[in-house]
DNA sequence: ACCCTGACATTGA
DNA sequence: GTCAATGCCAGGG
């Protein structure tokens, strides 16, 4: 699953259900994962459905986006526009 | 084995 | 658009 986190192009994003359906599993496993293993993967390029994203990072993964180019909007990314359905 | 908790998603109010 | 309830999978006590 890592490899299709890899996969997302910078200045994009996708989300954690996105993710799960690739590599075909549920979208808490992809957050488990990334969140223990992460750090080697851009993670700051996968956010929830609605394109918030997790408490514990959210401030560092806005401005990682941010840096990319990448629209927010009121604290959530805006999918509809840089959206990676893979 | 049972219960609680969490970088989640979907649905209905 | 925001909130609560329900479903889901895996870890830890």
């Given amino acids: ?3 299709a986190v890899e996969e997302i192009p910078p200045g994009r994003v996708s989300t954690y259900g996105a993710i799960g359906r690739l ?16 750090g080697a993967v ?4 996968v956010v929830r459905a609605d394109g918030s ?3 514990p990072v959210r401030v560092r993964q806005m401005e ?10 009121n604290g959530k990314v805006v999918l509809a526009a840089v959206g990676w359905p893979g």
């Fill in 1 to 3: 699953m890592f490899d």
């Fill in 23 to 38: 590599v075909g599993v549920g979208p808490r496993r992809v957050a488990r994962a990334l969140s223990q293993g992460g």
């Fill in 42 to 45: 851009p993670w700051y390029r």
């Fill in 53 to 55: 994203m997790a408490e």
């Fill in 64 to 73: 990682l986006l941010a840096a990319e180019g990448v629209p927010v909007r």
